[in-house]
């Protein structure tokens, strides 16, 4: 998951910066899946607060990443 947040951020500073931030959309759309099946003392840093807290919140950030690099228009180089 971390992994995959860093290359994000790699691809989203070398090259396409759209196809970075779904990467990191995906780590934390997959951060999401793991705190909603882990049990709170398995989760580690991932359980912050009670867990549908916990899953409400990174789903909602990662489809409003994802939505706003859809959504953004190319501009002219």
């Known amino acids: 998951?971390?992994?995959?947040?860093?290359?994000?951020?790699?691809?989203?500073?070398a090259?396409?910066?759209?196809?970075?931030?779904r990467m990191i959309a995906g780590a934390l759309a997959f951060a999401a899946v793991?705190?909603?099946?882990?049990?709170?003392r398995d989760a580690g840093?991932?359980?912050?607060?009670?867990r549908a807290?916990?899953?409400a919140i990174l789903v909602v950030i990662a489809v409003t990443l994802f939505v706003?690099?859809?959504s953004i228009p190319d501009q002219p180089v």
Request: aromatic share 2%; hydrophobic share 65%; no cysteine.
């Open 1 to 13: 998951m971390l992994l995959l947040t860093i290359g994000g951020v790699v691809v989203a500073a």
């Open 53 to 55: 807290l916990d899953v």
């Open 68 to 70: 706003l690099a859809a």
């Open 34 to 40: 793991l705190r909603l099946v882990l049990r709170d």
């Open 15 to 21: 090259s396409d910066w759209r196809t970075g931030v």
């Open 45 to 50: 840093m991932l359980a912050v607060r009670h």
